[in-house]
């Protein structure tokens, strides 16, 4: 079992950055890859990035490519997602999750998920 804990969120103004924490405890990461999702209220979960085990590939939704950088570093058992740029329309709760085997955009292969954390982006 993996438990996942994000932090880092908060209220920033619109041009600002913020840097989310994604520590796991429990059994470490598995081969799979590690993924950032986000919740708008009203709205439907929708990926974000996601980062290879390795680290050595990463992907992006269209909507942060170019602001949102994902990474991670194996030996403390954390994936970062450092925000730029940041607008209204990035106003949700970020969740962190991690696959046993998948890698990619589809939330509904990943097996452990953290609580999210909030990130409101005031304009």
């Known amino acids: 079992q993996v438990q996942l804990v994000e932090s880092g969120g908060g209220l920033v103004q619109a041009g600002g950055s913020l840097r989310l924490s994604c520590a796991a405890s429990g059994r470490t990461f598995s081969s799979g890859g590690t993924g950032w999702f986000r919740q708008a209220p009203g709205k439907e979960r929708e990926f974000v990035a996601a980062?290879?085990?390795?680290?050595?590939?990463?992907r992006y939704a269209d909507a942060v490519k170019g602001r949102f950088t994902i990474s991670r570093d194996n030996a403390k058992n954390a994936v970062y997602l450092q925000m730029n740029s940041l607008n209204s329309e990035d106003t949700a709760v970020y969740y962190c999750?991690?696959?046993?085997?998948?890698?990619?955009?589809?939330?509904?292969?990943?097996?452990?998920w953290g609580q999210g954390t909030q990130v409101t982006v005031s304009s």
């Open positions: 980062i290879s085990w390795s680290g050595g590939d990463t």
């Open positions: 999750a991690a696959a046993k085997t998948y890698y990619g955009s589809d939330w509904r292969w990943y097996d452990y």
